[in-house]
């Protein structure tokens, strides 16, 4: 680890160096000087930096958590870009060592034109991080319970959760429709509805109440080894939808506290919350969940003795519908961001001058708050001597009893 | 999360105890090893770059200075079709090892001490102007929260007309483009005495080369009076005008008694 630290660390001074010097194409070294005192101290501090940040980015590749899902979908995309230039140069030197490699690959995975002249194209196995929909690596535990429409101030917002036709745009700026398709099979789908059903989150209308082109869509992304996440396409449905982002803009991000000044006699203690399945927790009215209506048509008599199971469906043909919000539904984040911060809001929890905001300055602390849809986070400037005293967590206790100081 | 000093929230990592801010490293040191990939291999779809672009941008917002280090990868592929290979630039590659080279560094050193100096630049190509001042700490920390959150894009002319322009003085010949003169009357004189007595503080003032206002004394009238309306408000006018740089006000050297006529 030490010779890759100094490798990387002599890279650093070059390219540093070379950038300085205006990138130049060639560089002769007349003399060399000795390291000056401050040279020293500065290459001390950049290696003790760099030893810090190759400790801490050791680990397994479930540390990457979201991220390992689009990774994976980059090294998929740069391995078919590997078999496509090793491809490529077989032809261009047939008995070169690389063409017995590439002898040994399957033709099918091979790159399209590779050896007719036109350009070489490289299609990814899929066309984004979109994922099959698993039943079983999707989790759905409890049953919707939060009642938002006591939480939404905003009338427009509250009209739109209620009802969701109250947030269409007239009829004649409605574009085209490109329909949503659901990426799993039709088994694998009841499968999925079943589970919904388990918990509450799934009813049924007859197919005349919906309207095939603007049916949804479903797919998933990855979550993390276990799990995935369950994504609804409302694509047509957004489409004819007015965008409300009142509340969206109020997201925080983790890169708005680089403004954050830490003195040499404070530190900082941090607290978090994130909430498990939050948009699946959200109680909707039927004319809601009619939004989220599926592609698939199925007999009534399928849902026969299920939860969402009524004898006005005997006979039908019926789509089902998500009963609760879905991530992926135009205005779920403004309904999310918005009722949360109402509620934390009233029970006193989200101070408006200590939440960070994007766009917004940056609160004078010491406490930031800042929320993200379903991460709450607080974090808090105290006294080193606190800290190390009795310990970050019981100083946070501390830390809110006294006198709230200004920089 | 309670009362940790080290975590990863809201996609950040963050270090309580030595101030740090940053991507999670574990993500950067992947995205390292991607990189180092595509720039062994040569080539490049329009489709991966943007996507890795994309995660690079977000592990710079966490050091924004560092996306001086950008600009071809921006523009790499623009005339390929998404899925089509093309063979990167060495232009884009030095760009792409760039960011390698410097992934250990891109964090945010909460702890580093606020400027105590304010500098100001222009954007112009020719001629730049930078000036600075000194400025309190706390000053610095409240400009920078509440520095504008939101940028704009500002052109700048570039072409060779833009260049020429630049150099000559361009459309700001035009009188009706000209640069308006500040309102601002600037600094008439450096000092002016009230109650002047004989001037010797306004004399060695002058004969120090500086420009020194004639000053208000009791003896000259009422014009020298400050009891008078005229004189106070003309005082008033010129410490509002802003046009004296320092004023000496040194009350008569007599008995405030009430015998004494006029009263003070």
Known sequence: MRSIIREHLRVFVCISNWLVLGRPKSFTLNFRQPHSAAQRAMLSSLEQSLRLWYRLASGHSSGLERAYGKFTHLHDHLSRLETATSQVRSHLDPYGRSSFSSSKEKPDEGPSGASS??????????????????????????????????????????????????????????????????????????????????????????VSESEVKYRCGLFAVYKNEEKDRQILNPIPENGRAIPVNGSTTSLAHGTLLCGLYLPPHEELVISADDLEDFYHSYVVPQAHAARNHIHGVFESSVFEGWNCWDSKFVGKMVVGCFNTLAMGTSFAVEVAQHSHTTLLQREGCLIPTEQVKYRSPLPRGPVYQLLCIDDFCVLQRLPKELCQSVGPHRAIRLGFVLPRRRL | ????????????????????????RIRTLTLCQLTLSVVRLGWATRKLLESMVGCWIFVLL????????????????SQSKEDEAFQLSVGAKQELLLLVGFAGFVSTNLRAAPSDRLFASDASLQGAGLCSSVISRFATLELCRVAEQRGYYTRVDTSTLGAFDARTGGIFKDPDFSIPKV????????????????????????????????????????????LECSTMLRIVGLICR??????????????????????L
């Open chain 2, 62 to 77: 966490f050091r924004r200075p560092l996306f001086a280090l950008i600009s071809e990868l921006f523009h790499e592929g």
């Open chain 2, 183 to 226: 309102l601002h009357e600037g600094y008439l004189w450096d000092f002016c005495e009230v109650f002047r007595g004989s001037g010797i503080l306004s004399h060695c003032h002058r004969e120090a080369g500086l420009r020194v206002h004639q000053g208000f004394e009791l003896q000259t009238g009422s014009t020298g009076n400050i």
């Open chain 2, 242 to 263: 802003r046009v004296i740089r320092c004023f000496h006000v040194a009350p008569v050297c007599c008995t405030f008694g009430t015998l004494r006529k006029p009263r």
């Open chain 1, 117 to 206: 002249g036109k350009p070489v194209m490289c299609k990814a196995s899929q066309a984004s991080t979109a994922l099959q929909v698993e039943p079983d690596r999707l989790v759905f535990e409890h049953p919707p319970s939060f009642h938002a429409e006591g939480y939404i101030a905003d009338p427009l917002l509250k009209s739109g959760f209620l009802n969701p036709a109250h947030l269409r745009a007239p009829k004649e700026d409605w574009p085209k429709v490109r329909p949503a398709r659901v990426m799993c099979s039709r088994d694998r789908l009841l499968a999925l509805f079943k589970k919904w059903d388990n918990v509450g989150s799934f009813s049924i209308i007859p």
């Open chain 2, 1 to 24: 999360m309670r009362g940790s000093q080290f975590g990863t929230v809201l996609g950040s990592e963050i270090d309580g105890k030595r101030g740090l801010i940053n991507a999670p």
